[in-house]
């Protein structure tokens, strides 16, 4: 399936939203594409680990990190964990670590930055909410498109699986 986020903002002006340029791309995908799966945690990466050991299904996880440039809540192990069980990208509010390995991950993932120093693991954090960064609110089961040119959230899917 190809798609465009140009041709979907053109084709679905009212309905989409999209995402101010905050995030670079770091994982092996540029394109991708899936349901919403949301986390918000600071500082602290136990749910994250949880969500990418479960089947992904396609889905985009989207990590509200509370813009923390203090540590990194994705790294190599699990963005190859959540590549193995099938989710589509990972979006994070925060920092990754393990940049190069991460470009070599069949994963879209979206940070703000790298950073060397690892999460806390208190597994402090709450799931299937609405989080709002990067100038969007992203609700569970909202649909994400992310390609070279940004990321934006769409009520739902916007393209047919062909």
């Known amino acids: ?6 041709d ?3 084709d679905y002006p009212g309905e989409v939203e999209v995402a101010e340029p905050i995030l670079r791309h770091f ?5 991708f594409h899936g349901e919403t799966v949301t986390i918000k945690v600071y500082e602290d990466n136990v749910l994250v680990r949880q969500a990418v050991e479960s089947p992904g299904e396609g889905r985009v996880l989207v990590v509200d990190g509370g813009g923390s440039m ?3 809540l994705l790294g190599d192990r699990l ?3 959540a590549a193995e069980n099938g989710w589509s990208g990972v979006i994070v509010n925060g920092c990754i670590r393990d940049s190069v390995e991460l470009a070599g991950t069949p994963l879209g993932v979206l940070a703000i930055a790298a950073h060397p120093m690892k999460s806390n ?4 954090g709450d799931q299937g909410m609405s989080v709002s960064f990067a100038g969007v609110a992203i609700r569970p ?3 994400i498109y992310a ?10 899917a916007l393209h047919s699986s062909q």
Request: overall charge positive; some cysteine; proline content about 3%.
């Open 1 to 6: 399936m190809h798609y465009a986020t140009a």
């Open 8 to 10: 979907i903002c053109d």
């Open 27 to 31: 994982g092996g995908k540029r394109r």
């Open 70 to 72: 203090r540590r990194a």
């Open 79 to 81: 963005g190859a964990m």
């Open 121 to 124: 693991k208190n597994g402090d």
């Open 141 to 143: 089961r909202q649909y």
């Open 147 to 156: 390609d070279e040119d940004g990321w934006l959230v769409a009520p739902k």
